[in-house]
């Protein structure tokens, strides 16, 4: 596992936990945060794993 994909995983998490407060104390833009938030986790996540794929084919070489 690289350090995107832990970032990004880890930034996805958050961004669900403030979806979820937002939703708690009826705050749309704590949920809206949320969401972006974990839309940026998912999209490091998946850079992480393309270029843990890339590493893999590399080393297979």
Same mark, same amino acid.
């Given at each position: 596992?690289?350090?995107?994909?832990? *970032?990004?995983? #880890?930034?996805?998490? +958050? &961004?669900?936990?403030? !979806?979820?407060? &937002?939703?708690?104390?009826?705050?749309? +833009?704590?949920?809206?945060?949320?969401?972006?938030?974990? *839309?940026? =986790? +998912?999209?490091?996540?998946?850079? =992480?794993? *393309? +270029? !843990? #794929?890339?590493?893999? #084919?590399?080393?297979?070489?």
């Amino acid at each position: 596992m690289n350090k995107d994909q832990v *970032a990004g995983r #880890a930034t996805d998490i +958050k &961004g669900q936990v403030k !979806e979820a407060a &937002g939703k708690l104390v009826d705050s749309p +833009k704590l949920q809206g945060e949320g969401l972006a938030d974990q *839309a940026v =986790g +998912k999209t490091q996540a998946q850079v =992480g794993d *393309a +270029k !843990e #794929a890339v590493k893999k #084919a590399i080393d297979k070489i």
